[in-house]
């Protein structure tokens, strides 16, 4: 397997493979070699985000894999010259867990109490081998957290899933990965909500035209102004130097 080239947006790069399951394979064979790594899914609204937030968006320049997760960083590298193929985060979750072996485990931290469970229910019924560390809902305590903290700790999951919301997820892994160094880290935002059954993706159409925003506007119309972030991102994104 190639190596990944690193391209920039924002001042932020986007690692690249020519096929999107290379992603899982990479962060496996690191896995396997004792290197941890956190995944952070880049789209226009946490670029936007980086960019008024100067420790995010030095936590990204400092992760091992950043891939191109949203319609808008995808469209930025065209009008580049590059064509790069969208991997939305919850599909290369996805990719990861399908690869895991029987020895390896995953853990499902976030989401309301009970969601975590369900995704991992519904992934239990997909696949009965695989083996869940163990599942922790996104809303725990400051005691409740140092209690999950030890746990983490002793299990040493080999993929922790986090379904914290953007940047929370990000900022946990970047102060936690010491718990679980050789663990895949990956910041999957609402996918716990979709596994469990709450929310849907957008059908493939909307997801091939680069419309899966469209179809999320009309679900979730109250997400309207965190939106307006991939037309500021498209100004910005072409004006940064
Ligand atoms: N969440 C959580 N703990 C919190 C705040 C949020 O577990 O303190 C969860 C929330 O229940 C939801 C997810 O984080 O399942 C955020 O999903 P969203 O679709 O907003 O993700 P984003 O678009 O930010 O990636």
Known sequence: MGELQT???????VHWSDRGEHYADWL?????QGLGSHVVTLNAEMAMQA?????????IQQTELVIPD????????RLQGKT???????ELAEAVLEQLRPEQSVFFYGGAPGVAEAAAQEWQQRN???KVA????????PEEQLAFQDQLKALQPTVILLALGV????????????LCPNAVWIGVGGSFDIWAGLKERAPAWFCNNHLEWLYRLYKEPWRWRRMLALPKFAIRALTYS
């Open 134 to 141: 163990g599942v922790q809902h996104g809303y725990l305590t």
């Open 28 to 32: 496996l064979l690191r896995q396997q």
């Open 7 to 13: 391209l920039s947006v924002m001042g932020l790069p």
């Open 128 to 130: 009965p081998q695989l």
């Open 167 to 178: 940047p929370r997820q990000e900022f946990w892994t970047a102060d936690h990965r010491h």
């Open 70 to 77: 949203g319609a808008g960083i995808v469209l930025y590298f």
């Open 84 to 90: 790069l193929q969208r991997c939305p985060g919850i």
């Open 51 to 59: 960019d008024r937030n100067p420790p995010l968006k030095q936590l």
